[in-house]
């Protein structure tokens, strides 16, 4: 069993910035991957960016360029740092840990961007 804590949304105005963290129970190096989604109301998930064992990265096109996944090995923390935020980056972001053959899954932080 994966448990996921997350923390740091908020409500910010368009233009700012905000840094989600989210701590994992097993060390990071015993996973797949991490990734934070997203799900904005009346929408399906989506993945916004993810980061592999390896360190390798990808990343929705609509938040490229403007957010960094990140990983602090020896806390197993995965952290999302979301610059230049906008209106349609208002969602439920999720914590997403994929290993030992599930997908595992925080409890969601709100972001809101105000225009």
């Known amino acids: 069993q994966v448990q996921l804590v997350e923390s740091g949304g908020g409500l910010v105005q368009a233009g700012g910035s905000l840094r989600l963290s989210c701590a994992a129970s097993?060390?990071?190096?015993?996973?797949?991957?991490m990734g934070w989604y997203r799900q904005a109301p009346g929408k399906q998930r989506e993945l916004a960016a993810v980061?592999?064992?390896?360190?390798?990265?990808n990343y929705a096109d609509s938040v490229k360029g403007r957010f960094t996944i990140s990983r602090d090995n020896a806390k197993n923390t995965v952290y999302l740092e979301m610059n230049s935020l906008k209106p349609e980056d208002t969602a439920v972001y999720y914590c997403?840990?994929?290993?030992?053959?599930?997908?595992?899954w925080g409890q969601g932080t709100q972001v809101t961007v105000s225009s």
């Open positions: 097993v060390r990071f190096f015993s996973l797949n991957a």
């Open positions: 980061i592999s064992r390896f360190g390798s990265t």
């Open positions: 997403n840990a994929n290993g030992y053959g599930l997908d595992y």
